[in-house]
């Protein structure tokens, strides 16, 4: 008998409930535990000794939340893992101890509270060589694409080998590209992609960062440093009573007045106490950035800066957007 689709009559239903998980506390003590736990396990060949933190509704992939998976991992003085590969990307805190990450080729010293990350498919390993007990929280998304069943994990993968691409003639360099690049077809944003950019698209570099603890906890003392009256501008702007807003970034509401209400009520219900749409803060930005000033540690800075100086955006409420004509 062979297998065909199922089609599920949906005609006339109502959406369906979130079905949220409940927070959850893990005391320190129930970590420490399973750490002493870890430690007096033999070595395992693939020297990865590992627990997955999984919450108590959790199913396949094992998250702590729904999407996100958590790791607590342990190695002691002299060992390391093996190597691995994967396609799910990782954030990796040290809790304790210190040692070395090798990623993608590049070699991270860590100490204590250093993060740093781990790309998707970059080979990567662990190492303590230290005299205390190594221990790393390690978030990724592999609950996300477990879920989906397209979590791809491999041990000790082979070294990675440059792809040989055949030469290419100019003739056929030039059949490859679409002489009229991206068509526009209004000013909403809807475009015609050629199918040369749909099927070998741009490629943007993932790569490994490191952010060392003693770096960071330097600039957060200069904030500290500006005292309350830094605090209590972020209170007065972020906070209603002394009590922190919850702030939900959106790409836009709904034009429509009813179903705005009904957007808002919606988000009241589950707490929200404002919403803030990516116009406001994109016009934000335009307004805010200075055009005799250089931004040289921000792409993004530079380029609205450029668009600003050469009079790119509308003044004087320097509208990101054109705005559109009221019907008679």
């Known amino acids: 008998m062979s297998e065909t689709v199922r089609f599920i009559d949906q005609s006339g239903a109502k959406p369906g409930a979130m079905d949220l998980w409940p927070a959850i506390v893990i005391p ?22 590992r627990s997955i933190i999984a919450h108590p509704r959790a199913e396949r992939g094992n998250g702590l939340a729904t999407g996100i998976q958590v790791a607590l991992d342990v190695l002691l003085p002299g060992e390391r893992t093996v190597p691995y590969r994967q396609n799910s990307t990782q954030v990796n805190f040290v809790i304790r101890g210190r040692g070395h990450s090798i990623v993608g080729g590049k070699r991270f010293e860590v100490n204590l509270f250093d993060v740093w990350n781990t790309p998707s498919m970059h080979i990567y390993w662990h190492g303590n060589d230290s005299k205390d007990i190594q221990v790393r929280l390690t978030y990724s998304n592999a609950a996300l694409l477990e879920q989906m069943n397209i979590h791809y994990v491999e ?12 030469e290419q003639s100019e003739e056929d360099k030039r059949r490859r ?23 070998n698209p741009p490629a943007v570099e993932s790569k490994a960062l490191h ?15 500006l005292g309350k009256d830094y605090l209590s501008k972020a209170a007065r702007a972020f906070a209603k009573d002394g009590v922190p807003l919850k702030i939900l970034v959106v790409p836009a509401l709904p034009h429509d007045p009813q179903a705005r209400l009904e957007s808002i009520a919606l988000l009241r219900s589950k707490g929200i106490d404002a919403v803030l749409p990516f116009r406001t803060m994109l ?18 800075l530079q380029i609205i800066r450029i668009l600003k100086n050469y009079d790119f955006f509308k003044g004087p409420q320097l509208e990101l957007f054109k705005t559109r004509r009221k019907k008679r």
Do not use: F
Request: proline share 10%.
């Open 28 to 49: 320190k003590e129930t970590i420490d535990a399973e750490i002493e736990r870890l430690a007096s396990l033999p070595r395992p060949v693939n020297g990865r000794r």
């Open 155 to 166: 041990e000790n993968p082979p070294p990675i080998e440059p792809v040989k691409h055949e």
């Open 177 to 199: 590209v679409s002489p009229y690049g991206t068509i526009k077809l209004d000013d909403e944003g809807a475009c015609l992609m050629p199918y040369e950019v749909l099927i």
């Open 211 to 225: 952010w060392p603890w003693e770096q960071v906890k330097h600039h957060l003392d200069k904030l500290q440093a």
């Open 283 to 300: 016009a934000d930005l335009v307004k805010e950035t200075q055009v005799n000033r250089n931004y040289q540690k921000s792409d993004l």
